[in-house]
T-cell receptor, first 114, second 110 residues
C-alpha cells in the first residue's frame, strides 16, 4: 500500500531533550516536506527537500533540522525542544515534476513539550 | 496582507445546499493552486487542483481568477460527509514552497 508513515504518532517530552520524528514513504517520491499545524495558524511549512541531499527552509525552520540521505526517509530533528514547539506535525511527499504536486500526508505526530 | 487568505467560516449549511468558498493570494507569480480537505485530527488530502480554465469534479467546481488573484470552490448538493475543513494551497515560485490558508470549516446539517 502506497503510504507515508510517521513515528511516533504521539510524544510527550521535556524541554531540551533531543528528539527525532521519522518519516518514510514507499512511493519513490522525490519531494518531501514537514509541516506543523497550530490552532489559528493553519499548516506552516518547516523544511522541504526536492531530492536526496537537497533541503531548503520553509516558513518556520527555526529550532528544527532535517536530513535527506535516502530518497524514502526525511527525519525531523528537534535538537533542544521548547514548549512553543508543541504542535501537530505532518510529513508529506509528492512526485516533483508533476504539475499537480499532490501532497500525500502522513497521519501526523502530536508532540507536547513540557 | 497574508499570502493566502480564506473565508473565516464556519459555514453551517443544510443538506442539499450549495456553498462557495473563496481564497485570495498575494503573490502574483504563484502558478499552482489546490484545494485540500482535512477531517478533524486527520491528515489533509487533495480534493482537487485548480486550473486556469476552471475544473469540475462531480459536485465540486474550482475556479481561478488570476486578475483578481483568487480561487474559489463551489460545492453543490452538500452531503453530511462534506463536513470538513477546506484548505486553499498555493505553490510559491518554482521551488516547491507550499503555502496553506488557515482553512474554512464546513458543517453540513441534516
Amino acid at each position: 500500500e502506497a503510504q507515508v508513515t510517521q513515528n511516533p504518532r504521539y510524544l510527550i517530552t521535556v524541554t531540551g531533550k533531543k528528539l527525532t520524528v521519522t518519516c518514510s514513504q514507499n512511493m519513490n517520491h522525490e519531494y518531501m516536506s514537514w509541516y506543523r499545524q497550530d490552532p489559528g495558524l493553519g499548516l506552516r511549512q518547516i523544511y522541504y527537500s526536492m531530492n536526496v541531499e537537497v533541503t531548503d527552509k520553509g516558513d518556520v525552520p527555526e529550532g528544527y533540522k532535517v536530513s535527506r540521505k535516502e530518497k524514502r526517509n526525511f527525519p525531523l530533528i528537534l535538537e533542544s525542544p521548547s514548549p512553543n514547539q508543541t504542535s501537530l506535525y505532518f510529513c508529506a511527499s509528492s512526485l516533483y515534476g508533476s504539475v499537480d504536486y499532490e501532497q500525500y500526508f502522513g497521519p501526523g505526530t502530536r508532540l507536547t513539550v513540557t | 496582507r497574508k499570502e493566502v487568505e480564506q473565508d473565516p467560516g464556519p459555514f453551517n449549511v443544510p443538506e442539499g445546499a450549495t456553498v462557495a468558498f473563496n481564497c485570495t493570494y498575494s503573490n502574483s507569480a504563484s502558478q499552482s493552486f489546490f484545494w485540500y480537505r482535512q477531517d478533524c485530527r486527520k491528515e489533509p488530502k487533495l480534493l482537487m487542483s485548480v486550473y486556469s480554465s476552471g475544473n469540475e469534479d462531480g459536485r465540486f467546481t474550482a475556479q481561478l481568477n488570476r486578475a483578481s488573484q483568487y480561487i474559489s470552490l463551489l460545492i453543490r448538493d452538500s452531503k453530511l460527509s462534506d463536513s470538513a475543513t477546506y484548505l486553499c494551497v498555493v505553490i510559491r515560485g518554482s521551488q516547491g514552497n507550499l503555502i496553506f490558508g488557515k482553512g474554512t470549516k464546513l458543517s453540513v446539517k441534516p
